[in-house]
């Protein structure tokens, strides 16, 4: 047992325990702090201050829990030697059954065409930039409308590649 001969020593052990207790205090701070990722190298922070939006209350009544806001994942691109930004925008982050879901809400200036190019355009960058996320919902308050989109392969399917070209849902020329 450490006997404490003078308060010089107590006093010292009172500033020890004080300097650990900050390192602590600083270090679950930075930990709790840290970029949300979902394993993709590209993290981004969660914004807590939803504020309240149709789309949001379409995701409720679905059974989603809105965890984040719109968000802004900043880009950078090395061509030659020229840096180049830009940015995708994330409308909501939402949890369903302990899988992490990306959202995109309807714009009326930018439509999205419902056709295996014009989801890839719209939607692939999403998929790929956060694999590990269950998919990409969106979401048309106006119309009630509230789709799931995944990235998955036609191997599930029983239809050929003839019996889609023969449909005219896809192009062989």
Request: aromatic fraction near 12%; charge should be negative.
């Amino acid at each position: 047992m450490i006997e404490l001969g003078s308060s010089f020593d107590g006093f010292l052990m009172v500033l020890i325990v004080a300097i650990l207790g900050y390192i602590g205090y600083r270090t679950f701070r930075t930990w709790v702090r840290r970029p949300f990722g979902l394993k993709s190298g590209i993290g981004f922070e969660l914004n807590d201050q939803i504020l309240e939006h149709p789309a949001v209350d379409l995701l409720e009544q679905a059974g989603f829990e809105v965890l984040s806001d719109k968000l802004k994942i900043p880009l950078a691109f090395q061509v030659d030697d020229r840096k180049l930004h830009s940015r995708l925008f994330i409308d909501y982050i939402a949890a369903k059954d302990g899988e992490f879901y990306l959202v995109r809400t309807a714009r009326e200036r930018m439509p999205v065409e419902w056709t295996g190019s014009g989801i890839r355009r719209d939607f692939l960058p999403f998929l790929l930039m956060y694999p590990e996320c269950a998919g990409v919902l969106y979401v048309d308050a106006e119309q009630n409308l509230l789709k799931e989109i995944t990235l998955t392969t036609d191997e599930d399917e029983d239809v050929s590649e003839q019996q889609l070209a023969e449909e005219g849902l896809w192009r062989t020329k």
